[in-house]
């Protein structure tokens, strides 16, 4: 077991901030909502945990979920240390592992209804590149014009790759849209200093978040014309403390996303196109909320950590239902369970750590 701590559960919740890339001078009038929550299974639905991992692995990180097909990264021990792969299971729970030609470390981020999967990985240089890979397991790379390190995080239904690029300037890092055509486009926020995205709707609607000049970090949306003009909003949630991430969109344009307050309480919130923000806790007694992935039935999921510093999964409906899940083979505390996607079905992916601090992937379905 490991120790426990406010400040690493902090830790941990800024990292995946950072990892998600996932004063600006747009301003956004936002109003504040207020939502009642009740606990409850997903009710009359015989919903089951499946547990998986690729043949070799010792740390298992589903990404994504799409028509029950799930798509992810996992760790092997190699000769100079830990490697990464890619992973896609099917749906009748065949999994099969993949890498780019090159690659020395790869990273499943996303996967579309078409079988599409986005990601990026690292050459043998230790330079990262995105890539695409097709349904029929064709992978296809790429880089911006530019580009010192290439983060793939999101894919439409068109093929659409939405992610982040480094240049040889200090600090830099740029939204960038790889168009179903193959040609790549800016979606950088007005104003920004750091733009991370984090995910892309099938109407080419960005969200992430951006780091401004003034060092505050504020959710925002982007949309790209065929003309390549960026179209963006901006926007902070309540009580926010100069930290606003926003981490999945829906199809209706609905982001959710976290917050962190100025005594690092991390609350969850559902931000919707009229500029509502609702925050919300993952459930009563919850401190730490980190929401990872909204469905187009408006369902949000995610993970939360109890007053004790317990980890949990959990689901929100769109009437603000909230159901708290664990998976059977979940250790304690840290060795918890965190949704990381959820599908239009409802069915959910994302990892466990058992007893032994040992990370698995899940399937949650009926």
């Not at 925002?220 to 969109?249: D, Q, R």
């Amino acid at each position: 077991m490991h120790q426990i701590s406010k400040a690493s559960i902090v830790s941990r919740c800024r990292l995946l901030s950072r990892l998600l890339m996932a004063g600006g001078a747009l301003t956004l009038g936002v109003a504040a909502a207020s939502i009642t929550f009740s606990v409850s299974a997903y009710a009359g639905k015989s919903w089951t945990f499946t547990n998986f991992d690729p043949t070799g692995s010792i740390a298992t990180w589903p990404a994504s979920i799409n028509n029950g097909v799930i798509a992810g990264s996992y760790q092997v021990q190699g000769n100079n240390g830990w490697v990464y792969h890619g992973f896609v299971r099917a749906a009748n729970g065949t999994i099969t592992s993949f890498d780019p030609a090159g690659s020395t470390g790869t990273h499943a981020q996303a996967i579309n209804s078409n079988g599409e999967i986005a990601g990026y990985y690292q050459d043998s240089s230790g330079v990262n590149h995105g890539f695409v890979m097709a349904a029929d397991g064709t992978i296809t790379s790429f880089d911006p014009t530019g580009s010192t390190g290439t983060y793939a995080f999101g894919i439409d239904n068109k093929g659409e790759v939405v992610g982040y690029y480094n240049t040889s300037q200090a600090g830099a890092q740029h939204c960038f849209l790889l168009t179903a055509g193959g040609t790549i486009e800016n979606c950088d926020p007005l104003n920004n200093w750091q733009a991370s995205p984090a995910g892309i709707n099938n109407k080419g609607t960005i969200t992430g978040n951006v780091y401004t000049t003034s060092g505050n970090s504020d959710g925002f949306t982007a949309s790209v014309s065929k003309k390549g003009v960026v179209t963006s909003t901006e926007f902070s949630a309540p009580n926010a403390a100069n930290s606003t991430f926003g981490t999945g969109i829906n199809n209706s344009g609905t982001v959710a996303g976290y917050s962190f307050d100025v005594d690092d309480d991390v609350l969850g919130f559902v931000y919707t196109s009229n500029g509502t923000i609702t925050p919300f806790s993952g459930a009563a007694g919850a401190v730490y909320t980190l929401p990872t992935s909204i469905n187009n039935k408006g369902t949000v999921a995610g993970s939360y950590y109890d007053s004790n510093y317990n980890q949990w999964a959990f689901t929100m409906a769109s009437d603000g239902t909230i159901t708290t899940l664990s998976d059977p083979d979940a250790g304690g505390g840290l060795e918890g369970t965190d949704a990381t996607s959820i599908d239009s079905a409802g069915r959910l992916t994302g990892y466990y750590l058992d007893s032994s601090g040992v990370q698995h992937g899940f399937l949650y379905s009926k």
